[in-house]
């Protein structure tokens, strides 16, 4: 009864969806989506009423760049999408000075909402917000543990690790990250940690990867620096200061921020390839796990427990 009801609604919904322009129309069609499926606005951060319009890019954030990432994105995965059956659609919200982005499913239309307000926040680099990005799409692909356990979306903590894992290497894969690493270094970026980039050493042999490691480390950094910003703790998230707690069942909501930053960074560190795929049930599949005795690139127990993860439907 409940999967009838839900379709009914998509139906309803859809022409709103399709024509929805204003502000106004937008929280209309919100809450139609929260009906439909709850999951579906669990964004990459907490609700918050942060406001970042236009004119307030401290982080050198402009349009154009935006475009650009969502550009690159799109067109690396929107051939992935196709093949599931879906249309990918990034709905672009420059405009917006929401800090936030979101992910749903409409049909076959598989969604990213992306708002300029994060893309604005000083936390939020290019390549922290590409990784933004591949959360989104995580939810989508990004395979078990899902949601609830049955739920469309993978959860927070698996969206984490499959923007790393799978998608930023896809997406960086044409990319000079040896020549970008090195400018960074360079450039003494607050970024570039070298702990992070040690770690990345020991993990990969071939030295595209290393870099492209330790660009998505970097990456992952700016992110963690938002959520520290959001929930205004005092201790910025390190790369050598892990969070040492453990779940008793895998959590679907936000890890804390360095535990999410963690979860970056071992997807970054794990060799599986990135052509092994992910599983919608089973969440060893194309990862790194403690099954197989990986030294590197484990879920983190912060927000894991393996024997709590896999997905039923």
């Excluded at 990867?209 to 330790?214: D, I, K, P, R």
């Excluded at 620096?225 to 892990?242: D, G």
Aim: proline share 7%; net charge negative; hydrophobic share 40%.
């Amino acid at each position: 009864m409940k999967s009838f009801i839900i379709k009914v609604l998509v139906v309803l919904s859809f022409p709103f969806l399709a024509m929805a322009n204003s502000q106004q129309e937008m929280a209309y069609v919100d809450s139609l989506v929260d009906v439909i499926d709850p999951a579906a606005h669990h964004g990459i951060v907490e609700e918050n009423n942060l406001w970042y319009p236009p004119g307030v890019e401290v982080n050198g954030m402009t349009e154009e760049i935006f475009n650009q990432v969502l550009d690159h994105v799109y067109k690396v995965y929107e051939p992935i999408f196709k093949a599931r059956g879906a249309e990918f659609v990034i709905e672009r919200r420059w405009n917006d000075g929401t800090v936030n982005a979101f992910a749903r499913q409409v049909g076959n239309r598989w969604i990213i909402r992306m708002f300029g307000g994060l893309a604005r926040h000083e936390t939020i680099t290019p390549d922290g917000f590409y990784l933004v990005a591949c959360h989104e799409i995580g939810h989508h692909l990004g395979g078990a543990p899902k949601y609830n356990g049955t739920g469309w979306a993978s959860n927070e903590g698996q969206s984490d690790y499959f923007a790393t894992l799978k998608c930023l290497r896809k997406v960086w894969a044409q990319d000079d990250n040896i020549g970008y690493v090195e400018y960074m270094w360079a450039m003494e970026s607050p970024f570039v940690d070298e702990y992070a980039m040690e770690m990345c050493m020991k993990a990969h042999q071939d030295p595209r990867m290393q870099a492209l490691c330790g660009r998505m480390s970097m990456g992952g950094q700016s992110l963690a620096f938002l959520f520290q910003a959001l929930r205004r703790l005092p201790t910025p998230p390190k790369f050598n200061t892990p969070d040492q707690s453990k779940v008793r069942r895998t959590s679907d909501s936000h890890p804390q921020p360095q535990c999410r930053m963690d979860t970056y960074f071992q997807g970054a560190l794990c060799p599986i390839s990135v052509n092994e795929g992910v599983d919608d049930r089973d969440p060893i599949p194309g990862t790194c796990n403690r099954a197989s005795s990986h030294p590197y690139g484990l879920r983190p127990l912060c927000w894991f427990a393996p024997e709590s993860a896999f997905t039923f439907f």
